[in-house]
């Protein structure tokens, strides 16, 4: 089993145009687990456009009134993609509540390799070089591999918030 310590080739980056259909596949995968893999992805939008926005959203440049500037970056292993992670500048309205600074998800048949872990420590070097310095990370709270990604990072639990809409609680951590 690959695992973290077996895995220092993966690694953060932008989506590209040859990423278009492993990454829809991934999107779907997601779904079906109501998560989501490509944010703000629209079923049948240019594959182009979709990555113009994300390099805006990356660039600060034509970012719309409900959105941060972020990054979003696929965790590639051996040119697989095994997960991605979106790392926004700033806060507002529910991403300071159960958002968080760094979102970051791992597809099915790449969890518990240790993959998660690799991606939130790559993340929060993204962050700090986006002048991010306190990150605050977030997790349903019955999600233990979560939690244990994010304390094993540095995360130092701030609290429990319940989360608006839906009959869980959300796990609050900061990491500086």
Same mark, same amino acid.
């Given at each position: ?123 929060? !070097?993204?962050? &700090?070089?986006? +002048? *991010?310095?306190?990150? @605050? #990370? ?9 939690? %244990? !990604?994010?304390? &094993?990072?540095? +995360? *130092?639990?701030?609290? @429990? #918030? ?9 796990? %609050?951590?900061?990491? &500086?």
């Amino acid at each position: 089993m690959p695992g973290a310590a077996g895995a220092p080739g993966l690694r953060l980056r932008p989506l590209r145009p040859c990423d278009e259909v492993p990454a829809i596949a991934a999107h779907h995968a997601f779904s079906a687990e109501n998560f989501t893999f490509l944010l703000d992805y629209s079923a049948g939008e240019p594959w182009a456009a979709y990555l113009e926005r994300l390099s805006d959203l990356a660039r600060a440049v034509r970012v719309p009134r409900d959105r941060v500037p972020s990054a979003f970056l696929v965790a590639v292993v051996d040119g697989t993609i095994v997960g991605r992670v979106s790392v926004r500048d700033e806060l507002r309205a529910s991403l300071a509540v159960t958002g968080g600074h760094i979102g970051y998800g791992v597809l099915a048949e790449h969890r518990r390799q240790g993959y998660a872990t690799l991606m939130l420590r790559q993340a929060l !070097v993204v962050a &700090r070089a986006r +002048g *991010v310095d306190d990150v @605050l #990370v977030t997790c349903d709270d019955d999600n233990a591999g979560s939690i %244990r !990604v994010i304390e &094993r990072c540095g +995360g *130092v639990l701030e609290g @429990l #918030v319940e989360t608006p809409g839906a009959p869980r609680r959300t796990r %609050r951590y900061w990491i &500086r």
